[in-house]
C-alpha cells in the first residue's frame, strides 16, 4: 500500500492545538521516580486504620482507572493515525506515555508506604464495571469501527467522563483532605503533576469531540446521552465501604460528601457547557 507523507508533502501544521499540546507535553516532564516519599512513610505510620482504608479505596481505584487507560488508547491512536492527523498522533504519543508514569506514581506510592498485597478488594464494583467493561468497550469498538459516532463515544467515555469527571473528583477528595491535615507531600506532588498532565488530556478530548460536532453536527446527542448515560457512575465513593454512602456526612480526612457531590457537578456541567457551546457556534453558523 502506498502513502504519503506528510511531513514532506506539506510539513507539520505548527500552529495546531493538537501540536501545541504536544508542545506543551514536552516542556512539562517529570519522572514517577525522583518524587520523596521519605516523609509519607513517616505520616502513614501515624494514621489510623479508618483513614489507610480510605486512601487504599482512592488509590485501588485510582490505580485501577490509570491502568486501564494506558491499556486502552491504542485504539484511539491507531483511529487518529488512519486518519492521517500526524499532528494529532504525534501528541497521543506524550500522552500514552504520561498514562503509563501516572501508573507507576500510583505503584510507587504503595509499595513506599510499605503496601504489597493486593488491593483490588477495595474497589467498588460501579467502578470495577466502568474500568473492566464500559471503557476497554468503548476504546476497543475503534478496531473495527472508526466512525465518527464511535470516536465521539470513545472520547466521551475516557476524556469527558474518566478523566474530566471521575478523575477530577477524585483529586479533588485527596488533595481537600491531605493539605487540611498537612501530610503526605510526596504523594501530593504526584497527584498535582498528574493532574497537569490530565488537563491537556482532557482538553484534547474536548477538541476532539467538537471538532467530531463540527463535522458531524448529530454527534452532539450521542455525547450528551452518553454523558447521562455514565452518570450514575460518579457517585462511586458514596457506595465504597467505611460508612460512606451517608450523603450528609464525611470522608475519613474531613472532606464532606456535600462538597464532594458538588464538585462533581460542577465538572460534568462545564463538560456539557463547553460541547454545547460548540453545538450553538455550528447553529449560528447554519442559521439564514
Known amino acids: 500500500m502506498s502513502r504519503e507523507f506528510t511531513t514532506v508533502s506539506k510539513g507539520i501544521d505548527r500552529t495546531s492545538f493538537p501540536f501545541k499540546q504536544y508542545q506543551r507535553a514536552k516542556k512539562f516532564y517529570w519522572d514517577p521516580q525522583e518524587l520523596d516519599f521519605s516523609q509519607d512513610k513517616e505520616d502513614w505510620k501515624k494514621l489510623t486504620e479508618e483513614e489507610k482504608h480510605d486512601i487504599k479505596m482512592r488509590v485501588a481505584s485510582f490505580q485501577a482507572g490509570e491502568e ?3 491499556a486502552d488508547i491504542l485504539p484511539l491512536i491507531l483511529a487518529i493515525a488512519n486518519e492521517g492527523r500526524l499532528e494529532e498522533e504525534m501528541y497521543l504519543t506524550t500522552f ?4 503509563a508514569k501516572h501508573m507507576e506514581f500510583f505503584d510507587r ?5 510499605g503496601i504489597s498485597s493486593n488491593i483490588v478488594s477495595y474497589q467498588a464494583e460501579n467502578t470495577k464495571e466502568l474500568f473492566n467493561e464500559i ?7 475503534l478496531l473495527h469501527d472508526q466512525s465518527p459516532e464511535a470516536m ?5 467515555v475516557y476524556n469527558m467522563f474518566v478523566e474530566g469527571v471521575m478523575a477530577e473528583t477524585g483529586y479533588f477528595m485527596f488533595v481537600e483532605g491531605m493539605k487540611k491535615r498537612g501530610i503526605l507531600p510526596g504523594f501530593l506532588e504526584g497527584i498535582n503533576n498528574v493532574q497537569m498532565d490530565e488537563s491537556r488530556h482532557i482538553s484534547y478530548g474536548t477538541y476532539l469531540i467538537q471538532r ?13 446521552e452518553k454523558m447521562d448515560e455514565l452518570d450514575k457512575f460518579r457517585f462511586a465513593f458514596k457506595t465504597e465501604g467505611g ?25 460534568m456541567k462545564v463538560r456539557k457547557e463547553i460541547l454545547k457551546r460548540a453545538y450553538k457556534q455550528i447553529e449560528n453558523t447554519v442559521k439564514p
Open 212 to 224: 467530531l460536532i463540527n463535522e458531524h453536527p448529530h454527534v452532539y446527542d450521542l455525547v450528551l
Open 68 to 70: 486501564a487507560v494506558t
Open 152 to 156: 465521539a463515544e470513545a472520547a466521551t
Open 243 to 267: 460508612g460512606a454512602g451517608k450523603i450528609e456526612g464525611e470522608t475519613a480526612f474531613g472532606v464532606k460528601y456535600a462538597d464532594i457531590v458538588a464538585f462533581s457537578n460542577k465538572q
Open 135 to 141: 471503557l476497554p468497550n468503548a476504546m476497543n469498538k
Open 109 to 113: 506510592f504503595l509499595n513506599e508506604i
Open 96 to 99: 500514552l506515555f504520561e498514562e
